[in-house]
């Protein structure tokens, strides 16, 4: 075991040192003192600056667009100029194309329309969310170390090569992101999420059915050695090249708060001024790791969310072994252990330092207390007040074995301390307003309800994902842990399909319950199958006879 370690340490610094680090973008704007003299450190006037963006194809529909088209002149870093065109439609103005000019050449050197004005996540720059996972020699490689070990050459056409394929086909939607291509992306999502809620229906829902053997295609050995490279080289690229989004930067801001007893909820800094949309749990959970790390009180590197991340990423990781050990052994949880440390979305969340798997592990961290009333209701409380989507599980879990009331009392006993916080760092109104009223009143392109404006539409696939987590609790189905995890990720999923923003880190949220769905909803392969009916009238003994 140690030489494998040492191997693995090995090959993941090697191949750390194949990756470059990316380039950051700053989103700094100034207005200059004069637009007729340059300014200090340019060579171009704004008026000059503004003459070649207008110049453009861009800017030219952007003023034959509307009527009353105007324009403001902006210096930005690296020596560039920002022109932004705008439109007053009523009381409000709404900038409708932006395009900037290289100050060193007097070039154009982006232009934009539509969404990516407002949205620049949705402009595809290089590293923006997790880096060199981005590279197609990373992700690529781990799609095929995610996929190759339960491969079944002999029966191609299992079903279980397609669910993994749906899988690491939101890969392809990722490609056309990073291209700036939302119109593509975004549509492409929906079809594969609708694919493993349909399936994560059909296990959950059909009782009795026969299982498909796991068979991997290589020894339980390899996929020690590739576990321990995958853990070291994703620790290794985190801390190397790694950039931690708003996301992560709320955590340690609202840890910080936390712990020095400042107002939490409605008093976020300016750089971050929405990071106040989660739930207690999500900032408690950042204070062991800011303590340790303390803050510098702006956006630098920000090492305790790298700690958190890393440290979310392996209770996932931790949590799917425990759980597949208990139900078929130490090779169904080191299987599932592989899978999650393989699969470049866990990666992607990794990279970018973000609280998701936290949300995905305390899911599972309720699926491993399945047969603890009151343990899985703590735990599914506290899912939601990290994030409050995996509140919608309470009924499932309520009704997945009897014990409705200690599930209860047991998701009080977490609340209660959970509504101190709120109480004592901002109130309810306030809390309130600042998360999900926000989260409400949002707009975003990253779903095809906020990318094309179906209002109807989205009403009614919310009704559904309301009505399903109700639902689940009351009909007939499967009663083990593969059961319970498939539905758990059915009603996740559905929630999903209805929100207005919607982004590729929340996989992680689903992604647990669904590989022990897909993996533990099978015999093990070395397992004899059960004797036929004429096989087992054969093996009874034969009948006595009476000799007279």
């Known amino acids: 075991m140690a030489r494998a370690a040492r191997i693995a340490a090995i090959c993941a610094a090697a191949a750390l040192a194949l990756l470059a680090a990316a380039p950051a973008h700053a989103d700094d704007v100034v207005r200059p003192p004069s637009m007729d003299r340059p300014p200090a450190g340019y060579r171009l006037t704004g008026n000059q600056a503004q003459r070649i963006a207008d110049r453009t194809p861009t800017a030219a529909r952007a003023r034959r667009s509307e009527r009353g088209v105007y324009s403001n002149v902006f210096e930005k870093s690296g020596s560039r100029w920002q022109v932004s065109y705008y439109v007053t439609r009523g009381k409000d103005t709404k900038e409708i194309a932006q395009i900037y000019v290289s100050d060193d050449t007097g070039r154009v050197t982006e232009a934009w329309t539509g969404p990516q004005v407002a949205w620049t996540m949705a402009r595809g720059y290089p590293g923006a969310f997790g880096r060199k996972v981005n590279s197609p020699l990373v992700w690529i490689a781990l799609t095929l170390l995610f996929i190759a070990p339960f491969v079944d050459p002999r029966r191609p056409l299992r079903v279980r090569h397609l669910d993994l394929a749906v899988l690491m086909a939101f890969g392809v939607s990722v490609a056309f992101f990073n291209d700036a291509n939302i119109d593509v992306s975004v549509p492409l999502a929906y079809p594969l999420m609708l694919y493993l809620l349909v399936r994560m229906l059909w296990i959950g829902l059909r009782r009795g059915r026969r299982r498909d053997p796991l068979r991997l ?155 603890s009333p009151a343990g899985r209701g703590a735990l599914v409380a506290l899912a939601g007040m990290a994030k409050f989507a995996p509140l919608a599980l309470a009924p499932l879990f309520a009704t997945h074995t009897r014990g409705a009331w200690r599930f209860a009392l047991g998701g009080a006993a977490a609340l209660v301390p959970c509504l101190l916080l709120i109480l004592g760092y901002g109130g309810l109104h306030e809390f309130y307003d600042r998360t999900l009223g926000f989260q409400a009143s949002r707009g975003s392109p990253f779903s095809v309800w906020g990318l094309y404006g179906w209002d109807t539409a989205q009403a009614v696939v919310e009704g559904a994902a309301v009505l399903l987590a109700v639902a689940v609790a009351f009909v007939p189905r499967r009663r083990d842990v593969v059961g319970l995890c498939a539905l758990a990720a059915a009603v996740l999923i559905a929630l999903q399909l209805g929100v207005t923003h919607w982004f590729y880190l929340y996989i992680v949220w689903f992604l647990g319950p669904v590989l022990i769905a897909l993996l533990g909803d099978a015999e093990p392969a070395d397992r004899p199958a059960p004797p036929s009916y004429v096989e087992q009238l054969s093996r009874l003994p034969a009948p006595a006879v009476a000799w007279r």
């Open 217 to 371: 295609l290589v020894p339980a050995s390899w996929l020690v050695i590739g576990l321990l490279f995958l853990v070291g080289f994703r620790i290794g690229l985190n801390i190397a090249d790694s950039n931690v989004i708003d996301v992560g930067y709320a955590g340690v801001i609202g840890a910080d708060r936390l712990a020095d007893g400042d107002k939490l909820w409605g008093a976020f800094p300016k750089d971050n001024e929405h990071g106040d949309t989660y739930g207690p749990v999500n900032y408690a959970a950042y204070v062991p790791f800011e303590q340790a790390l303390p803050w510098s009180g702006r956006w630098d590197d920000l090492p305790a969310a790298h700690g958190a991340a890393i440290a979310f990423d392996l209770l996932c990781l931790g949590l799917l072994f425990l759980i597949g050990r208990r139900m078929r052994g130490p090779t169904l949880g080191l299987a599932l252990a592989y899978a999650w440390a393989a699969n470049p979305f866990t990666l992607y969340a990794m990279d970018c330092n973000v609280n998701d798997a936290l949300v995905g592990g305390l899911v599972l961290g309720a699926i491993a207390a399945a047969s």
